[in-house]
């Protein structure tokens, strides 16, 4: 009898430790437009991808978004590093955390951090994957130190290093699977150190993740991320609604209000770090710049946030954000002036004659809207501009057809002007240099390019800043371009889920970003 | 059936695919570059030229179509621009769910399309085949899309009795092949209406009635086997048109079939996927017409294998 209870009492404990031990963690299911076609580190980072591939890797240096309000911080904290170094102004040191580890269960070494970032990979002369290497170029290589420790050097001065380091393309991928499964297969089973790692890629339906308990930065809130296809929104607003779904992406505007009638969806907005832009070509009526100016002038951007943005996002103060290390609060706003655009046209002799503005459909949200309301505000002024949507970019620049005006988007990759303004707008950029049509390539001033190079090669902040400020009244005086607004990304979560959105396509699900039950609703 | 006629027919089916191949291929390069596609648009021209010579679209468009069609000899029909996978081995593993829904959706058809066809061709002219008719016209000019989100509100949002998207289980299944099943079922019926008014006016039925046969053997026995031929053309076609009619289908649903690859794969001038996609649509079409042409010798003693019909030999 005396075995016959302690066996029962055996097997109850055994029952009731697994029952303590089972995963009760939550399955966190996110609707997504569509899926990627490659989960490697540097080899797709649309947004598609990246919302995926923030989960599954960490870069040595974390931009930590959340610090503010807004979730656009530009505060760096430790990565996988958890210390670095200025050692002089090529060269940082970093010191690696001990004891993280890659999904495989690895140990995170130096010589990961040097095969992630050797140039063979992604930014040498002819790497492996080409599409990072405009955001790595910067790079020259990196030194093991010891186990613990690298030093990466940059091949040039750069204030921005470790800013570029927190940046896209910098995450840290398991050398030894990698080299064992070859690039392609390396991409459908990434190894990385984040908090969760692949479990399940259906082409076409979802890619599943499981939690890496091992994560060093706490153990995940979720048991696994399914991110399911669902290309057309209203499925994927449906699917939320009746629970099929914790978390939609790319909700439109005008689909808000619906979301906010129901208790139990919360709607979540971020204005993204990515700027709607408007190229106008200097050719045919605007090779005058004060055509171009008058184009600028003319464009009510208050009217077009409050029709079709519900005035929830804004319009930066010249072509920076205040994210930016070099933010300069007191620089003007763009101005709505149509008087002043009507004197400029008129000083310009413009007569009418006929400005194309060709743009892609379906490409930016609500670009055709926001185009068609323009082409109003430039008709109060006298401009005569004629609408072209197209199907895609090539039918756009088609050099054998007239374009002066298309839409474009700068994205903010580094709270710098070197991550934007200068390599969408300087001397090596495609404006100052269209391989479709020469004729159509920015003749910027001189003084425009030196003030790039003071940019790009200054460590001092004040000449920076100065050197910023009149570059962008020259870019304003010229008016290669404009600003219109930076577009929201707007997702809808279930009430009880506590979770913030970030100003890139980034979902960040670490475990301090994600919150489930009555405690996350309150 | 004479070998010929075989030889004839696989000559002009490889013919016509060759045809869609070339047109597609030229077609596709020229409306749109897959770099300024698949890359950000903010990308520079160093990462545009990387990945037009990794392609090969930096050769002269018919030196690329040399290569491919040599490719093609080979069984190679490329590699996704999008993900480095085998363009046929990605097509295939899609063809089975467009199969199902394709299957579902024609049974779904046919299971309400023909006997409703039937019925109205009886009570001609009276309220039944009124509403019959009606309905064929309606579910036929419903466009899929929006029948597609009308379903997914009623069951989905406000029922919440069935699953809006995805392809886990049957009950994700039942909303498309509903949505594609609907238009080809009125098309379905009203060709079984005006096929079996055309077949109950023919002297033979009134010879069938004259010499006592009932209702039920004539609509059975002489009746419906006369209508089958028109019903065959236009079944066979439709089984060739499946995996076309339904890409918004699939889209609307996020059903993972071919429909949606295709959509997505042209959107993104994935070049090879698009054209392994259209050259098995195309195949389709041939086989389904081939398939007919045989069926009709087979229903139609009159007709022969080859095509012609023995009163003209």
Redesign the interface.
């Known amino acids: 009898m005396r075995i016959l209870t302690a066996l029962l009492t055996a097997i109850f404990m055994a029952f009731g430790a697994v029952s303590a031990n089972a995963d009760d963690r939550p399955d966190l299911v996110v609707a997504v437009n569509g899926l990627p076609g490659s989960l490697e580190s540097i080899e797709e980072m649309g947004n598609v991808a990246v919302r995926i591939t923030y989960s599954m890797f960490d870069p040595l240096i974390r931009r930590n978004f959340l610090a503010n309000e807004e979730g656009s911080s530009s505060e760096l904290i430790p990565g996988i590093a958890e210390s670095w170094t200025k050692i002089d102004d090529r060269t940082v040191e970093l010191k690696l955390r001990e004891g993280v580890k890659f999904h495989n269960g690895d140990e995170v070494t130096s010589d990961d951090v040097v095969f992630s970032l050797n140039p063979g990979r992604g930014h040498g002369y002819n790497p492996l994957i080409g599409s990072a290497r405009r955001l790595m170029l910067t790079l020259s290589h990196v030194e093991p130190i010891d186990k613990y420790t690298v030093r990466i050097v940059s091949k040039e001065p750069d204030v921005l290093f470790e800013q570029r380091l927190a940046g896209y393309a910098m995450w840290i991928v398991n050398a030894r699977e990698y080299m064992l499964k070859g690039k392609d297969a390396f991409a459908r089973n990434p190894v990385g150190t984040g908090p969760y790692k692949m479990d399940e890629w259906v082409d076409g339906e979802y890619i599943r993740l499981v939690a890496h308990d091992d994560y060093f930065g706490g153990k995940p809130t979720a048991k696994s991320i399914t991110f399911r296809a669902v290309p057309e929104v209203s499925a994927r607003i449906a699917g939320l609604v009746s629970g099929e779904y914790d978390i939609i992406v790319n909700v439109p505007p005008d689909q808000v209000p619906v979301l906010e009638g129901y208790d139990d969806v919360a709607v979540k907005q971020v204005v993204l770090d990515n700027t709607h832009v408007l190229v106008f070509f200097p050719i045919g009526p605007l090779a005058d710049s004060r055509v171009r100016r008058a184009l600028s002038l003319s464009i009510d951007r208050d009217l077009l946030r409050e029709a079709l943005w519900g005035d929830k996002n804004y319009t930066p103060n010249g072509h920076q954000l205040p994210s930016y290390g070099l933010y300069l609060a007191n620089y003007p706003d763009f101005a709505y002036d149509p008087e002043a655009a009507r004197e400029l046209l008129e000083e310009a002799g413009y007569n009418g004659e006929e400005i194309v503005y060709k743009m892609p459909l379906n490409y930016y949200l609500l670009s055709l809207e926001a185009a068609q309301a323009m082409q109003q505000m430039w008709q109060e002024v006298g401009l005569n501009v004629k609408l072209e949507p197209v199907e895609n970019w090539t039918q756009v620049t088609d050099p054998n057809a007239p374009v002066h005006v298309r839409p474009w988007s700068n994205t903010h990759r580094i709270p710098d002007p070197l991550g934007s303004f200068v390599p969408q707008w300087g001397k090596a950029s495609g404006i100052q240099n269209n391989n479709d049509l020469p004729e159509r390539s920015w003749k910027a001033p001189a003084r425009f390019n030196e003030l790039q190079d003071v940019l790009t090669s200054s460590t001092s902040t004040e000449e920076r800043k100065q050197a910023y400020r009149e570059a962008l009244d020259i870019w304003n005086e010229e008016a290669p371009g404009t600003m219109l607004y930076n577009p929201l990304e707007t997702y809808a979560v279930k009430a009880d889920i506590q979770w913030r959105p970030v100003s890139l396509y980034y979902m960040d699900f670490r475990p301090e970003n994600l919150q489930f039950g009555s405690a996350a609703s309150n | 059936m004479r070998p010929t006629y075989l030889l004839w027919k696989t000559l002009r089916a490889i013919l016509t695919m060759w045809l869609v191949v070339t047109f597609v291929f030229f077609v596709l390069r020229l409306?749109?570059?897959p770099v300024?596609?698949l890359?950000?648009?903010?990308?520079?021209?160093?990462?545009i030229d990387?990945?037009r010579h990794?392609w090969g679209l930096d050769q002269p468009i018919l030196v690329q179509y040399w290569r491919y069609m040599v490719a093609l000899t080979q069984g190679d029909f490329g590699i996704?621009f999008?993900?480095?996978?085998d363009a046929l081995q990605?097509v295939l593993?899609?063809l089975p769910k467009t199969a199902l829904l394709g299957f579902v959706s024609l049974v779904f058809a046919l299971v309400f399309g023909i006997p409703l066809g039937v019925i109205a061709a009886l009570k001609k002219d009276t309220a039944v085949d009124r509403f019959v008719v009606g309905f064929a016209v309606f579910g036929f000019s419903l466009p899929n899309f929006f029948l597609g989100?009308l379903l997914?509100?009623a069951f989905?949002?406000h029922l919440?009795i069935l699953?809006?998207?995805?392809?886990d289980s049957w009950q994700h299944l039942i909303m498309p092949a509903f949505t594609l099943g609907t238009a080809f079922g009125a098309q379905i019926a009203r060709y079984t209406r005006s096929a079996m008014i055309d077949v109950l006016n023919k002297p033979y039925m009134r010879t069938a009635e004259s010499k006592g046969a009932g209702d039920l053997l004539r609509l059975y026995r002489h009746a419906l086997p006369n209508a089958a031929i028109p019903l065959i053309t236009i079944i066979g076609l439709k089984m060739g048109e499946l995996i076309g009619s339904a890409v918004i289908t699939e889209?609307?649903?996020?059903w993972?079939?071919i429909g949606?690859?295709l959509?997505?794969s042209v959107a993104a001038?994935d070049l090879a996927v698009v054209q392994c996609i259209l050259m098995i649509i195309a195949l389709t079409m041939v086989v389904s017409n081939l398939v007919v042409d045989i069926l009709y010798g087979w229903l139609d003693p009159r007709i022969r294998a080859d095509g012609t019909p023995e009163a003209a030999r």
């Open positions: 409306t749109g570059d300024a596609q890359l950000p648009d903010d990308v520079d021209q160093n990462t990387f990945y990794l996704s999008r993900d480095n996978q990605l593993s899609r989100i997914i509100l989905s949002l919440r699953p809006s998207s995805g392809s889209n609307v649903f996020a993972p079939g949606r690859l959509t997505f001038r």
